[in-house]
């Protein structure tokens, strides 16, 4: 058997700590972060404890890779939602973003929205999300800006609280929740046509 060349080598440990992630992020939604080991971690990765540290130094540093991978993929997602040629096609499609990214990911919003509440012990959540919010307030305060509404910062804002609420009562609620007429209510406010202070026409 030949030796393995590196980029064999580094597909390996890219698979290895795929596999390590992946366990972590099911254990730590289903059982909660104090609640894992790494011995467990381990177990339902089907690898080595050693192999665990050869990876990750601790089961914090395993948990904030979760949550950075997690939000990457979410980043790229919300990327591909962006290719419309016009800031309102642009802006639904952000929107239709966010409400799939609650359908389809609900552990992991479930799971960030508990760490997010205990900054004591998880401070980089909040950092990451504080990063993330600015980010999208952003993009979304120019789109709004190109729309013509009046005081895009702020609308941003706005429409970002009235996000966090959306997922907030989504995560509660879930199926008693009515999220699709939700989603249809905020892409007809903001996706219509509007006069310069963000109203329909």
Not at 15 to 24: F, K, P, T, V, W
Not at 78 to 86: G, I, P, T, V, Y
Not at 151 to 173: C, K, S, T
């Amino acid at each position: 058997m030949s030796p393995r060349n590196k980029q064999q080598i580094e597909e390996i440990r890219k698979q290895s700590m795929n596999r390590i992630l992946d366990a972590a992020f099911k254990l730590i939604a289903k059982n909660g972060y104090e609640s894992t080991s790494i011995s467990q971690i381990a177990k339902e990765a089907n690898i080595s404890k050693g192999l665990v540290y050869n990876y990750f130094e601790s089961k914090e540093d395993i948990l904030k890779s979760v949550v950075t991978m997690a939000f990457t993929k979410g980043d790229n997602l919300m990327e591909e939602m962006m290719s419309a040629n016009d800031a309102k096609g642009t802006l639904r499609n952000i929107l239709i973003w966010f409400f799939e990214e609650l359908r389809t990911r609900f552990e992991f919003w479930k799971l960030i929205s508990e760490l997010s509440f205990q900054i004591e012990k998880f401070q980089f959540v909040s950092e990451i999300l504080k990063k993330k919010m600015e980010e999208y307030i952003l993009v979304i305060s120019d789109l709004l800006s190109q729309t013509g509404v009046e005081n895009p910062v702020n609308e941003a804002r706005m429409l970002a609280a009235i996000m966090d609420g959306i997922g907030f009562h989504y995560l509660i609620a879930k199926e008693d929740y009515p999220l699709d007429e939700m989603e249809n209510f905020l892409i007809n406010k903001y996706c219509t046509q509007q006069n310069n202070k963000g109203y329909e026409k």
